[in-house]
């Protein structure tokens, strides 16, 4: 592998730190994280989402040897790869086939396999099957702690529906004493900030605080697409290298590969996993030039990437649990 092909400016380290690796140049050797879409679907239309904008694919279920394609190229480096995402931007949950997906993965050795949900759909039947499969982690968005909050934010959704099945998910996995990571998130907006220590506190009450997590994460504005990032914003994170190029690879359904997961329409393709391999495209010319502006302190020449938040570190709320205090 080629040397120093990046700057060894301070930023750039602080990435490969995060990264664990010596240096940007072993984040060449392959993804150490995915986002897998195996469908392109949703049962809510959330208000901070970009569903209404999303392009139509020809594809909702993502093909059986599409995906078993990925899982035997991600076979080769299960001791590279960190983790495994279920889902993009759809609800994962709609994809029958959801737990044999997970047990493909797990049986080739990948070590963290997860995925968000808006848990409408994740029964006590679900549950146990994903739990049988392997599933490692899960996180549940849950963006308030009263009904009228949470289904403004989350329309075609039903509060106590998704509380029973939240509830019932922590019960089953205590119960079997499985090692299932859960983890409960609010997207944090001025609708519901007044909820944030009500629910925080509840739900660190449910929760196992030595394997859970708790925690609430500000909207964003999807790089630049749903609302112009404020220019306080651009300047903060100008020279500052996102760790996303050098980490971790998108595939949606129908093998599209966009630059990262706030790419929603694939306004900058990288790749077509359906023709190519993950290899070809992690070092093709596309992403190849998204690192060199990443790394060069040159972010902003990429609009999507100008004040673009969302895999900074700091950019998350949470409230003391009862194992921190």
């Known amino acids: 592998m080629k040397k120093n092909i990046f700057p060894q400016h301070e930023e750039n380290q602080k990435v490969a730190q995060r990264l664990s690796i010596n240096s940007l140049e072993e984040a060449l050797k392959f993804p150490k994280f995915f986002e897998i879409e195996t469908v392109n679907a949703c049962n809510a239309r959330c208000t901070m989402c970009t569903i209404n904008d999303w392009e139509k694919v020809k594809d909702v279920i993502m093909s059986d040897t599409l995906y078993a394609k990925f899982v035997d190229e991600v076979a080769e480096y299960a001791d590279w790869v ?151 914003m651009i300047a903060k994170y100008a020279e500052k290298p996102c760790i996303f190029p050098f980490s971790s690879m998108v595939i949606q359904v129908d093998g599209k590969v966009p630059m990262c997961n706030i790419d929603y329409n694939v306004k900058e393709l990288m790749g077509d996993f359906s023709k190519e391999s993950i290899q070809e495209i992690w070092n093709g010319e596309a992403f190849t030039q998204v690192r060199f502006f990443h790394a060069n302190k040159q972010r902003n020449k990429i609009e999507m990437c100008r004040g673009c938040s969302i895999w900074d570190p700091e950019v998350v709320i949470k409230q003391p649990t009862a194992a921190t205090v």
């Open 82 to 232: 960190d983790t495994v995402c279920l889902n993009r931007d759809g609800e994962p949950t709609l994809d029958k086939k959801l737990p044999q997906r997970v047990k493909m993965l797990k049986d080739v050795g990948m070590k963290k396999v997860t995925f968000a949900t808006n848990a409408q759909l994740l029964t006590p039947q679900l549950v146990h099957q994903l739990i049988d499969a392997g599933l490692d982690d899960i996180m549940i968005s849950l963006d308030g702690i009263t009904k009228e909050t949470y289904e403004a934010i989350r329309l075609r959704l039903n509060y106590n529906v998704v509380l029973e099945n939240t509830l019932n998910l922590i019960s089953i996995r205590n119960e079997r004493n499985s090692s299932l990571k859960v983890r409960i998130r609010m997207v944090l907006m001025e609708s519901n900030q007044h909820e944030l220590e009500e629910w925080s506190s509840f739900w660190n009450s449910k929760i196992s605080p030595e394997k859970d997590d708790v925690y609430a994460k500000p909207a964003h504005t999807w790089g630049n697409q749903l609302t112009g990032e404020a220019e306080k």
